[in-house]
């Protein structure tokens, strides 16, 4: 596999709800090819964040292999592993020092791209949730992944804040692809050339992502059973 590759065969994973199995992925197979943007649509429930948090490897597929050639980043936004009781600085130093990065070229990076002045260097359970989505989002940002997950959330803040960070993901994946999800297809089309639809465990591959964008949109009219469709799934914002 070039460098950059995510090879998903035949995956599988199913969640026990109320004593009840709820199977989110039946058998999934699909090749990700390197340094391409790609829209992971689906309606709310369908099972993106799972299949995210399967290619990040933090979550186990009950069946089948995820198989990346070349680094990946955790979904970009997630700020769930940070210790409540180290600093900002101290939480960044660790993940550096897991990623194999130089910890202060790291730090000093964050630092100044976060803008969280000297809440940097205090407790992250002192943090607002805007606070923590910043440092995340820095983090992230602050080290080279040959493949970016992004999950809804990219940026917080003013509008100077917001146009930073999007113009740094721009920036990053110039040399890394992506798979990105989020309810605006005026996003996803920004940033994705090329889509996949999960549905009722299913995922189908789009070259196109006005393609896959239209089957998206199809499902959830269909699931609603009408045509004026006014919901969150298909914000074309």
């Known amino acids: 596999m070039a460098r950059g590759t995510i090879h998903i065969d035949n995956v599988s994973k199913t969640f026990?709800?109320?004593?009840?199995?709820r199977t989110v992925l039946r058998g999934v197979s699909l090749t990700i090819p390197p340094r391409t943007g790609v829209a992971l649509?689906?309606?709310?429930?369908?099972?993106?964040?799972?299949l995210l948090s399967m290619i990040?490897?933090?979550?186990?597929?009950?069946g089948g292999r995820i198989v990346t050639d070349g680094s990946v980043s955790w979904p970009v936004g997630f700020r769930g592993s940070f210790h409540r009781d180290l600093s900002g600085a101290q939480n960044t130093r660790f993940v550096a020092r897991i990623y194999g990065v130089e910890t202060t070229a790291l730090s000093d990076f964050v630092e100044d791209f976060a803008e969280l002045g000297e809440h940097y260097h205090l407790p992250i359970r002192s943090y607002s949730s805007g606070?923590?989505?910043?440092?995340?989002?820095?983090?992230?940002?602050?080290i080279a992944?040959?493949?970016?997950?992004?999950?809804?959330?990219?940026?917080?803040?003013?509008?100077?804040?917001?146009?930073?960070?999007?113009?740094?993901l721009q920036d990053r994946l110039r040399d890394s692809g992506a798979v990105m999800v989020s309810h605006s297809m005026g996003k996803l089309r920004a940033i994705c050339s090329k889509g996949a639809v999960l549905e009722k465990g299913r995922l189908?591959?789009?070259?196109?992502?006005?393609?896959?964008?239209?089957?998206?949109?199809?499902?959830?009219?269909?699931?609603?059973?009408?045509?004026d469709v006014d919901d969150d799934d298909i914000d074309d914002d």
């Open 131 to 142: 606070m923590r989505a910043r440092l995340s989002f820095g983090v992230s940002m602050g």
């Open 16 to 21: 026990w709800v109320k004593g009840r199995p």
């Open 145 to 168: 992944f040959d493949t970016y997950l992004i999950d809804e959330v990219t940026s917080v803040g003013d509008a100077a804040f917001k146009t930073k960070s999007r113009e740094m």
């Open 204 to 227: 189908w591959w789009y070259e196109d992502i006005d393609e896959a964008i239209a089957h998206h949109q199809a499902n959830i009219k269909a699931r609603i059973g009408r045509d």
């Open 56 to 62: 990040a490897g933090t979550l186990a597929p009950d």
């Open 41 to 50: 649509l689906g309606r709310n429930g369908a099972g993106k964040s799972t």
